[in-house]
């Protein structure tokens, strides 16, 4: 079945480091690929998307590049701030998108 | 932003007891959802309703729970008689519509412990 494997954390990184989280899934089909963020005490917050292979997804300086080659939608920024402390779901929706699965989520703390 | 909202933020309830998560999602939605996140382990999928009825569940979801939409702007999970393995985080959610790609949001959660 489908399913969503992600880097697990926790991850602690430098202010102004670059962060990759890694995520890699296994699906039937052409699946639709999403990365959710939980900031402290908040629901899930859709942060990309990207519905089919080589398209990328950005937002708030964040970038994941489906690649059907690899089967892979890598999280990546290049220069993170404290603010984006979180926890990164990597997730998959086919077909209806009734069934969206997730990964185990990745814990990020930026320090100053 | 419209946003999907959730009630109560955390209940803590005995084990037998019956619980009702309540949400209302965002209004022009059509499509609605529950998920739940134990502590430490992945969000999970439970059901899907769509046109007053459910349109798809997950193993999860036996027949302890049930969903409701007793109106046209909230959406309820029923536990029946809850036991100490539902402690976990229950995501309401919802989306425009149900096909491939569409966005789906969430709302904050509702945290159930059961005891």
């Known amino acids: 079945g489908n399913s969503v494997t992600q880097m697990e954390g926790p991850v602690t990184l430098s202010e102004e480091a670059f962060l990759t989280i890694n995520c890699t899934y296994t699906?039937?089909?052409?699946?639709?690929l999403f990365w959710y963020v939980q900031y402290p005490g908040e629901g899930l917050q859709l942060l990309l998307k990207?519905?089919?292979?080589?398209d990328k997804g950005s937002n708030k300086g964040f970038e994941a590049t489906y690649r059907k080659e690899t089967t892979s939608f890598h999280l990546e920024k290049g220069s993170v701030q404290v603010s984006d402390s979180a926890v990164y779901f990597c997730?998959?929706?086919?077909?209806?998108?009734?069934?969206?699965?997730f990964g185990a989520g990745t814990r990020l703390t930026v320090k100053p | 932003e419209p946003e999907v909202t959730q009630t109560p933020s955390h209940q803590v309830t005995q084990m037998g007891q019956e619980v009702i998560l309540r949400c209302v999602p965002i209004?022009?939605?059509?499509?609605f959802y529950w998920y739940r996140q134990i502590l430490g382990q992945k969000v999970e999928f439970l059901v899907s309703?769509?046109?007053?009825?459910?349109?798809?569940k997950s193993e999860i979801f036996d027949d302890q729970f049930s969903v409701e939409r007793p109106d046209g702007s909230n959406f309820t999970l029923k536990i029946r008689s809850t036991k100490l393995e539902d402690s976990a985080m229950y995501f309401c959610?919802?989306?425009?519509?149900?096909?491939?790609?569409?966005?789906?949001?969430f709302g904050e959660g509702s945290w159930l412990t059961v005891v």
């Open positions: 209004s022009n939605h059509l499509y």
């Open positions: 990207a519905t089919k292979a080589d």
């Open positions: 699906a039937t089909g052409y699946p639709s």
């Open positions: 997730a998959l929706s086919s077909d209806n998108n009734n069934d969206m699965r």
């Open positions: 309703f769509y046109n007053n009825e459910i349109s798809e």
């Open positions: 959610a919802s989306s425009a519509e149900g096909r491939l790609g569409n966005t789906i949001y």
